[in-house]
């Protein structure tokens, strides 16, 4: 069902999830339909695309976000993992996958570089983040020797682990240019326009990034 026609807006009436979540399922779906994929890492605990990897493959993990947790801890049944500094091996996955993740991470070029590492060759870093019809990416704020400096108001979203209005907002990615700011770390990317229901009227923009 579709009320106003944005992926948002656009919802499944069995499980009440969106088109923004759902639009990776299509394309993961198309990566593996080529791929050998055993090992997957979903960067969050709930959802209906964990729940779709969970059926589909073997190997699933799946992690939340501590601050000031190092990754691979576990915290309360948890596994924490911070993208900048992964505790996965090299070359250690098959998959990757997250919804409105990276513009949370302060430095997401080397969120994309640590992905890059982890994944073995031919293996896809497949995500969505808000977009918008900017020129460039936009940096909202940045952590410094003096703590966060901000680049004009502070955007807050809800977080799981953190509560409504916790999760600090670092970049409005723009879809001009996410494709080459995931690029620069050696990822091949591309925009995946995916459309869930008739009545969608925009197109999602899932980010598709193969390990070549």
């Known amino acids: 069902m579709s009320l106003g026609g944005s992926p948002f807006m656009t919802r499944c009436l069995t499980c009440g999830t969106n088109a923004t979540n759902l639009s990776l399922i299509p394309v993961i779906k198309s990566h593996a339909a080529h791929s050998n994929i055993d090992r997957v890492w979903e960067m969050s605990t709930y959802g209906a695309v964990l729940a779709f990897l969970k059926r589909t493959f073997h190997h699933v993990t799946s992690s939340e976000f501590f601050s000031e947790v190092p990754s691979g801890e576990i915290v309360n049944g948890t596994l924490s993992q911070d993208v900048q500094n992964l505790s996965f091996g090299d070359e250690s996955l098959d998959l990757i996958t997250s919804n409105q993740v990276f513009e949370h991470v302060p430095d997401d070029i080397r969120g994309y570089s640590e992905c890059f590492r982890v994944l073995k060759k031919g293996g896809a870093l497949i995500f969505t983040v808000p977009l918008y019809d900017y020129a460039t990416t936009q940096q909202l704020a940045a952590i410094g020797l003096d703590g966060i400096k901000f ?18 907002t670092f970049w409005r990615h723009s879809y001009h240019d996410i494709c080459e700011r995931v690029s620069k770390v050696g990822f091949s990317a591309r925009l995946a326009d995916v459309t869930i229901a008739k009545s969608q009227q925009v197109p999602m923009k899932v980010i598709y990034a193969i390990k070549a």
């Open 151 to 168: 680049f004009g108001e502070p955007e807050y979203h809800d977080s799981r682990t953190g509560g409504p209005e916790s999760a600090l």
